[in-house]
């Protein structure tokens, strides 16, 4: 099982989030779950995501690690995920990815 950890060197996080429409927020985590089966979990470097979702459906926010920097960069160059965050783009007002690196960890106590 993959853990969210600080001192993973040179592992890549990356937070998008969209804002969206109550509306349209089925189709947009739809599309991104295609978009996760059918090309991104294939790239190289890609190890994990989740997608995650506000009560009023207004805002999905997506979670993923990769590798390196450079294998999400390669991954959105692409044409299939060119192709697909033209579409994506049309389900949302916004989206933002944004690169990260973990800078602390908080777990429940051990029993």
């Known amino acids: 099982m993959l853990t969210i950890a600080r001192d993973r060197t040179g592992i890549q996080t990356v937070i998008t989030t969209f804002e969206t429409t109550p509306g349209q927020c089925g189709d947009l985590i739809e599309a991104l779950q295609a978009a996760y089966a059918e090309v991104i979990r294939h790239q190289p470097g890609f190890i994990a995501a989740a997608l995650h979702m506000n009560d009023a459906q207004t805002r999905v926010a997506n979670y993923s690690q990769w590798v390196r920097r450079e294998d999400f960069m390669a991954m959105l160059r692409t044409s ?19 690169m990260y690196e973990v800078a602390e960890v908080v777990a429940p106590p051990a029993p």
């Open 80 to 98: 299939a995920m060119r192709e697909r965050n033209r579409r994506i783009a049309t389900l949302c007002t916004r989206f933002e990815p944004v």
